[in-house]
């Protein structure tokens, strides 16, 4: 394959911009994007990654955003200038790798300078952060319980999503066994079922609730232990959406508060 010169930009100790020529840059790029209107019809994710793991091969060379879409253009694919859609294609995947903190301004730059260089993440980033990063937009950790988050995220994220499920109920049954001041030999249907007993006044029965909604709490709270945790721990079952995955985190999160708030309710 033909050396292709790419135009880069390098600062030297004096603070001084100059441009250099970088033969073979982009060539992962064209690897993965043979055609020019691949690129066109790129996602941002996908060309994204393909530009920050070029990067990584000369960590100290950093570019500009504004003039990398015409470089990438005539040097990797000899065409007089890019399209519009190209040039579109090219500005999203930078703006992905820099929201995902994966390039950053350059510490020496200063405007009107653009330069961009590898941020630390950037540096130890592969193809297999991929899926992380995409898993990571799905399932937005501020939306989690905090006891949660800390078990089940990076479960989550390595893409054991069935697990991070089992973990999430799990939590919920303990906290549910605490907040009723319940012994650790309590556990499962029956203890959850005593503690929102509305018949027999729980210990995290809202007294104040009308008696519907109280019953309804006892279902709702045996019910998603039967349903979304049990079967997770008595046989394999098969959990492959990640969507469908952080849903039920996020429903363990909203149940994990509503029991804190009827434990807080408890105490004198």
């Not at 603070?15 to 060539?27: C, Q, W």
């Not at 091969?57 to 950093?62: R, Y």
């Not at 994990?256 to 708030?261: A, G, N, S």
Request: hydrophobic share 40%; aromatic share 8%.
């Amino acid at each position: 394959m033909a050396a292709r010169t790419l135009h880069l930009l390098r600062f030297w100790p004096v603070g001084r911009v100059r441009k250099i020529a970088y033969s073979n840059f982009a060539m992962p790029v064209r690897e993965n994007f043979p055609r020019f209107e691949d690129i066109e019809n790129s996602r941002p994710d996908a060309l994204g990654a393909e530009i920050v793991l070029d990067l990584q091969k000369t960590p100290n060379v950093f570019f500009s955003p504004t003039n990398f879409p015409n470089d990438l253009a005539r040097s990797g694919y000899q065409r007089e200038g890019p399209t519009r859609e190209f040039v579109s294609a090219v500005r999203e995947a930078i703006e992905w790798a820099r929201r995902e903190l994966l390039l950053v301004q350059h510490a020496n730059s200063t405007p009107p300078s653009d330069a961009l260089m590898l941020s630390r993440r950037g540096l130890n980033f592969t193809r297999d952060h991929i899926e992380r990063l995409r898993l990571e937009r799905i399932l937005p950790d501020v939306l989690l319980h905090n006891r949660i988050r800390r078990v089940c995220i990076d479960i989550f994220n390595t893409g054991h999503h069935q697990a991070a499920v089992f973990e999430a109920f799990r939590i919920l049954e303990v906290a549910i066994r605490e907040a009723a001041g319940y012994g650790p030999n309590e556990h499962g249907e029956s203890m959850i079922n005593d503690a929102f007993n509305e018949k027999t006044g729980g210990p995290l029965v809202d007294a104040a609730a009308p008696k519907s909604e109280q019953r309804a709490m006892r279902f709702m709270m045996v019910g998603s232990n039967g349903l979304f945790r049990n079967p997770r721990g008595h046989r394999d079952v098969e959990l492959d959406d990640p969507k469908e995955a952080a849903e039920l985190l996020i429903v363990a999160s909203h149940l994990l508060r509503m029991v804190e708030t009827r434990g807080a309710a408890k105490k004198p």
